[in-house]
């Protein structure tokens, strides 16, 4: 099974940009439907982006035309490049993958990153 790695540089002041990477360890990440997560404490984990195969990609409305989400198959690289930050961007981040994109609409995922904290201020 896949084993997914997340990193980025964590704190940057509103109206930045920041890319976050999350490197797939084990199997492609080609193979899988990606997406990226975030979780404010005290809230539910909210769907960031989606990328299934065939390049179709989706956003949640509140990061519509400001995220990006885009993989390096030759790296296994799965990417989140954010612009125009806002502090209601602060929350840990996750990189998730599954063989299917339906249980992202859950929230769920079969496979997981650990998790990096991004900090708009």
């Known amino acids: 099974h896949v084993q997914l790695v997340e990193s980025g540089v964590g704190s940057v002041q509103a109206g930045g940009s920041l890319r976050l990477s999350c490197v797939g360890f084990?199997?492609?990440?080609?193979?899988?439907?990606m997406a990226w997560f975030r979780q404010v404490p005290g809230k539910e984990r909210e769907g960031v982006a989606i990328?299934?195969?065939?390049?179709?990609?989706n956003y949640t409305d509140s990061v519509q035309g400001r995220f990006t989400i885009s993989q390096d198959s030759a790296k296994n690289i799965l990417y989140l490049q954010m612009h125009s930050l806002k502090p209601e961007d602060t929350a840990m981040y996750y990189c998730?993958?599954?063989?299917?994109?339906?249980?992202?609409?859950?929230?769920?995922?079969?496979?997981w990153g650990q998790g990096t904290q991004v900090t708009v201020s």
């Open positions: 990328s299934v195969s065939g390049g179709v990609t």
């Open positions: 998730a993958a599954d063989r299917s994109y339906l249980p992202f609409s859950r929230g769920r995922a079969g496979y």
């Open positions: 084990k199997y492609p990440t080609r193979r899988y439907c």
